[in-house]
């Protein structure tokens, strides 16, 4: 019996985030409420909401408390992660939603508590007596003594995981969730494999850039393809000259590096630039000297300039 009620805690416990997230909600809420309700009166003279700021603050929350917490037990945050509140005073161990008494105190801790302290602020602030100075202290004083107080509670919130606020634990009142939640087994296989694809990828982007690809290229075709030699002469030069050996495109300022083949400058130069010992892709020549095509006609041209 005992293995059973402590499985029956552990799925049903409310994970620290999912409460934290819910406070975060609640919060987010609040400002969109209030932003909205401020451009409703956009028109109006300005500051027309500034006097009375802190009043209609209060009349909002518990607009939203009255629809939430009264009505529902959980807040729109907890309604959100499937959380509501629970008696943490009875002893049934079956669910007990708090009691009446208990949400009309959430609603003078938390909405007459912040409306309290800005209304206090504000008339502490336009009045500058000596007797207005002890009143402020105390004030201070009280204050300070609930920020510590919320901050011990965050501390064994941390550590328990249970009444992630002061006004919880002061109340008796936790999160629990509103359905029984099942336990998830979770498969690593997915994660384990995108994590050796990542990997992988990325060794990829490191070793390509260090391999010479026309290099490459050329010492496959010399392997597969047999090597004949060929007649080194102006006239080879010109027929072969009808494409780069490079880019297969029609030659642009037609060079030689040496053997039969015709090549781009830019294309031997950037590859030369590249790769120190640059050969050749078709017929695997070495790279000796980078010299400008020289044909009959392209002679004579050139002397008649």
Same mark, same amino acid.
């Given at each position: 019996m005992t293995s059973k009620k402590e499985n029956v805690k552990s799925t049903n416990r409310v994970l620290r985030i999912s409460q934290l997230d819910a406070l975060e909600l609640n919060k987010a809420l609040e400002q969109l409420v209030?932003?909205?309700?401020?451009?409703?009166?956009?028109?109006?003279?300005?500051?027309?909401?500034?006097?009375?700021?802190?009043?209609?603050?209060?009349?909002?929350?518990?607009?939203?408390w009255r629809f939430t917490i009264y009505s529902k037990n959980a807040t729109v945050g907890q309604s959100v992660l499937n959380i509501q509140y629970k008696?943490? %005073?009875?002893?049934? !161990?079956?669910?007990?939603? +708090?009691?009446? @008494?208990?949400?009309?105190?959430? =609603?003078?801790?938390?909405?007459?508590?912040?409306?309290?302290?800005?209304?206090?602020y504000d008339l502490l602030r336009n009045h500058h007596l000596a007797s207005f100075g002890k009143v402020k202290q105390c004030v201070n004083f009280?204050?300070?003594?609930?920020?510590?107080?919320?901050?011990?509670?965050?501390?064994?919130?941390?550590?328990r995981g249970k009444f992630a606020t002061l006004t919880e634990r002061l109340l008796g009142i936790h999160s629990v969730f509103c359905m029984p939640q099942n336990i998830r087994e979770v498969g690593f296989e997915y994660m384990n494999r995108?994590?050796?694809?990542?990997? %992988?990828?990325?060794? !990829?982007?490191?070793?390509? +850039?260090?391999? @010479?690809?026309?290099?490459?290229? =050329?010492?496959?075709?010399?392997w597969c393809i047999p090597l004949t030699g060929a007649p080194n002469s102006d006239n080879v030069l010109a027929t072969s000259g009808k494409e780069c050996s490079l880019c297969g495109e029609?030659?642009?300022?037609?060079?030689?590096?040496?053997?039969?083949?015709?090549?781009?400058?830019?294309c031997a130069k950037s590859s030369f630039l590249f790769d120190m010992y640059f050969t050749c892709p078709k017929c695997g020549t070495e790279v000796h000297s980078l010299q400008p095509l020289k044909s009959g006609i392209e002679m004579s041209e050139v002397n008649a300039l």
């Open positions: 209030w932003s909205q309700f401020t451009q409703c009166f956009h028109g109006f003279k300005p500051g027309l909401l500034a006097r009375f700021e802190p009043e209609v603050k209060a009349c909002l929350w518990l607009f939203l008696n943490d %005073f009875s002893p049934n !161990l079956r669910y007990q939603p +708090p009691s009446k @008494n208990q949400k009309i105190w959430y =609603a003078v801790c938390t909405i007459g508590g912040r409306w309290l302290e800005e209304r206090c009280v204050v300070g003594l609930l920020k510590l107080g919320g901050l011990i509670n965050f501390l064994i919130f941390l550590q995108e994590l050796l694809w990542h990997g %992988f990828a990325e060794f !990829l982007i490191f070793l390509l +850039p260090l391999i @010479n690809v026309q290099k490459l290229k =050329a010492k496959l075709s010399s029609w030659p642009t300022l037609p060079h030689t590096i040496g053997c039969e083949h015709i090549f781009c400058y830019f």
